[in-house]
């Protein structure tokens, strides 16, 4: 398939075939048949559904030929935006950069984990959707495109183009692994980005969970999960509560402490699905004596920032409240927890975005806990750790931020049965849920992720533990909720818990199960207490 | 280059390895972010080090050998073709100054070994190359599928340029005077020419001529990534400068905060008289 065949008429462009998609090895061959289910005709009916099996989007289908017309201007009015430097500033150099000097020579396909488990389907080579934009803009943007065209690539643009390239644009988790491994240094990645921006900036369009659902609920009732602030103090009453009962630990969760050392920023989606890992840093920090905080504020106890992924400016709103929720509890710095696009957010892309006092100094919880951890101030005891454990990298804290080996020194040090992924590190394959793709799940879209954009994943956990004893428990150590929230969709799809009985969880879970002050484990399989 | 170097500042999108890093760090990856308070701590970090880098990934194309071996196979030898060439005319052009004005120079003989070395190696990669990837393209579908008028064209344009330079000095040119000859003639502004140009011919003006207008085409195409790739290392890829309280990057993202945005959509609120910096400071009530 061509770049071209995207304005092909087709009531599907590209159909996945469970034969297409990378075998699974035993004890998983009975999903060797499985694809993703056929959307209901009359849920799709008045949606764009004609790029694959399924649909993140649901962009609705126009009434007539004056909303086709005015939607293709729209969008060309859009693209030629993400061009201008008042409209683009943030990314112009990168865009204009990766735009022109594609040497086409598809070296970036191999690397992308959607592309190779789909079977290589052509849709999803991260070329794709780049150079479909690429020949948009040369036609209808710049000065003699009509002619040049001809020359350099043609494309047909009318409404079904366009409604496909914003589908096309989430089926890629932003992961960048093909950027890495670009010999010229382009990123499609960034490409893909640039393309969800001009959907959401200009036309409105974005999927409804990272936007209505997501950053415009964090901005308006103070987290995206739709978590007021007293709901959320009332969670974390309920965590203290918790921790105790299940560690015998009592622990004190602080809120608003003005001049504190720390604020730490947690996903608040942590406190609703995965209690233990916000209760676990309480315990960590009370017990080395940091002086830390928590804040009540809207939005200050979310640290999401779903704008990384789509938009530009609901990325500077929360990014501008984060920073200011600090300014004014005067904390000397931000730690960002376990959250890897917001540890990206804040640290790195906010970075040229807060000026004068909004600057807060942030680090990575990784690197505050690496420290604490060789300070000597916790004992530990390894054996109580006494199960295999491998190490997921979020690419937004690894292969986006360089943050690699804090996390392996801790694990070095509390899990004797520690086993590396193949690749790992800044190699690293994404969870398949990247770029909000693991809180998507309208039509059928989380079985697309489960069955193709999370399954290298799946693959290389089995491959970290091929070798382990199949009834003993093992953990994947995911540092990052949205990792976490794909990754226990993946054992769950595959019912690997039950098979192989694979676990998984945070990293401040199983320092505070390592900590010999515990009387109880934080950590527990299937209801069976992790050490005795 | 030159627009490029007027954008403005962009947010930082870097990807690791960072290869300006110190040398324990790059060999997995790693950043000055892993270091507690690193905004307290001096920085370490060592631009030689991505001077090495570039040079191996310019000259030898590291990627691509260590991604792509099959496509590196006829790919290095087209682009080193093309170094040599760039090499060769210098050498000529060096060549051509000391015969002019050096009378008996020393340095004459090894320059002339040095130019037939560069030539015909230059000469002999470049073929291969050229006939390579225009194979590659043609066979290969994952290529083709995506190749236009234009990529066909510029490899044909470049395998012109070292097929006519091929015959001419196998026709009789072998010690590359032709060349030589054209050097001094661009030095002494043409006068050269009125003497015996040994070589000469048509092979020989059709190489001198199509190298003389791929010196002008390359860089407004494409192609010009063999070059520009420095940019998009230096520049994007491995661009980690942090903002620093009252430093240039700082001063940079003010100016930008103050440019005023025209997005349509209608919780962005831009009416093109606010800035990003009024629109980051504010969240438009938005039905949820
Ligand atoms: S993005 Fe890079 S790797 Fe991919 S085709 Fe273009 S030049 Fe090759
Ligand atoms: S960013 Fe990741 S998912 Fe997207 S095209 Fe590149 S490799 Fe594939």
């Known amino acids: ?532 | 280059m030159v627009r490029l170097s007027s954008l403005p500042v962009h947010v930082r999108w870097e990807v690791y390895p960072v290869q300006h890093e110190t040398a324990s760090r790059v060999y997995y990856g790693g950043s000055y972010m892993e270091e507690s308070d690193w905004w307290e701590k001096k920085q370490k970090r060592s631009l030689f080090n991505e001077f090495k880098y570039m040079a191996v990934e310019i000259l030898f194309i590291r990627g691509l050998f260590k991604e792509n071996r099959t496509l590196w196979l006829v790919s290095f030898p087209f682009h080193f073709g093309l170094y040599l060439m760039v090499a060769a005319f210098l050498l000529l052009m060096l060549n051509a100054v000391l015969a002019l004005f050096v009378e008996g120079s020393i340095f004459i003989k090894p320059l002339d070994t040095l130019i037939i070395i560069a030539g015909w190696s230059g000469i002999v990669l470049g073929n291969i190359g050229c006939a390579g990837l225009l194979y590659r393209r043609l066979s290969d579908p994952e290529l083709r599928n995506y190749s236009s008028f234009t990529d066909y064209f510029n490899i044909m344009f470049i395998f012109i340029f070292f097929l006519s330079a091929l015959i001419s000095i196998l026709a009789g040119d072998p010690f590359f005077e032709g060349a030589k000859a054209y050097a001094t003639g661009l030095i002494t502004m043409g006068s050269s020419f009125n003497g015996y140009v040994p070589g000469s011919s048509i092979s020989g003006t059709v190489s001198i001529i199509s190298a003389s207008l791929l010196a002008v085409y390359i860089p407004l195409t494409h192609m010009s990534h063999m070059f520009m790739k420095y940019f998009l290392y230096h520049s994007v890829k491995w661009d980690d400068a942090p903002n620093l309280k009252g430093g240039p990057v700082e001063k940079a993202i003010i100016k930008n905060l103050k440019l005023k945005p025209t997005w349509k959509a209608s919780h962005i609120g831009a009416d093109g008289r606010k800035s990003w910096l009024d629109i980051a400071s504010e969240a438009p009530e938005e039905k949820s």
Not at chain 1, 21 to 37: A, Q, S, V, W
Not at chain 1, 74 to 99: C, D, V, Y
Not at chain 1, 123 to 150: D, H, N, Q, T
Not at chain 1, 431 to 441: E, V
């Open chain 1, 1 to 532: 398939m061509k770049p071209s065949d995207i304005s092909r008429k087709s009531e599907c462009l590209c159909h996945v075939e469970p034969a297409d998609l990378t075998p699974l090895p035993f004890p998983y061959e009975d999903y060797n048949d499985r694809t993703i289910t056929a959307l209901k005709p009359d849920k799709i009916k008045s949606i764009e559904s004609s790029l694959d099996d399924t649909v993140a989007v649901g962009i609705p289908k126009p009434a007539g030929e004056e909303e086709e017309k005015a939607f293709v201007e729209r969008f060309l009015a859009g693209l030629k935006k993400l061009f201008e430097k008042e409209n683009n500033w943030t990314f112009l150099q990168p865009l204009i950069l990766s735009m022109e000097h594609c040497a086409k020579c598809q070296t970036c396909s191999q690397a992308c984990p959607v592309y190779e488990m789909s079977g290589g389907k052509d849709i999803y080579r991260p070329i794709f959707r780049a150079e479909v934009l690429r020949r948009i803009y040369r036609k209808y943007i710049k000065p003699g495109g009509k002619i040049s065209a001809r020359l350099t690539g043609d494309i047909d643009l009318n409404w079904t183009t366009i409604a496909r390239l914003a589908e096309l644009s989430y089926r890629c988790t932003l992961c960048r692994r093909c950027a890495t491994v670009c010999p010229v240094g382009v990123d499609n990645g960034l490409i893909n980005h640039e393309i969800r921006k001009l959907f959401s900036q200009e036309m409105g369009i974005a999927p409804k969970e990272i936007h209505d659902k997501g950053s415009v609920l964090q901005l308006s009732k103070g987290s995206s999960t739709g978590m007021i602030p007293l709901a959320a103090r009332d969670s974390v009453e309920f965590i203290e509560e918790e921790m105790e009962e299940i560690t015998g630990c009592k622990v004190n969760i602080p809120w608003d402490v003005e001049g504190a050392d720390i604020l730490l920023l947690h996903n608040a989606g942590e406190m609703l699905a995965w209690p233990e890992n916000v209760g676990a840093f309480a315990i960590i920090f009370q017990a080395a004596g940091i002086s830390w905080t928590l804040s009540s504020e809207a939005v200050g106890y979310d640290a999401v920032n779903y704008g990384l992924w789509y938009d530009d400016v609901q990325f500077s709103r929360v990014a501008v409240r984060h920073a200011d929720i600090a300014r004014r509890l005067r904390v000397k710095k931000i730690v960002m927890g376990e959250c890897g696009h917001a540890h990206k957010a804040l640290t790195v892309i906010a970075d040229r975005l807060l000026t004068g006092d909004l600057n807060i100094p942030r680090e990575s919880a990784m690197v505050t806990l690496d420290n604490i951890i060789s300070s000597g101030k916790l004992k530990l005891d390894p054996m109580r750790n006494n199960f295999p454990v491998t190490l997921h990298d979020p690419c937004n804290i690894v292969r986006s931020m360089g943050i690699v080996e804090p996390q392996r020194r801790i694990l070095r040090k509390i899990a004797p049965l520690f086993r590396e992924m193949t690749p790992h590190g800044v190699d690293n394959y994404c969870c398949g849920g990247g770029s909000g793709f693991a809180i998507m799940s309208g039509y059928n879209f989380s079985e697309w992720r489960t069955l193709l954009s999370s399954r290298k994943k799946f693959l290389q956990i089995l491959d970290a533990f091929s070798g382990e004893p199949e009834d003993m428990p093992k953990y994947v150590c995911a540092p990052c909720s949205n990792c976490k929230g794909s990754i226990r969709d993946i054992i769950s799809y595959y019912d690997a818990e039950e098979r192989s009985r694979i676990y998984y969880g945070g990293l401040v879970e199983l320092i505070v199960n390592a900590m010999t002050d515990m009387k109880k484990p934080i950590i527990s399989f299937g209801g069976e207490p992790s050490w005795a």
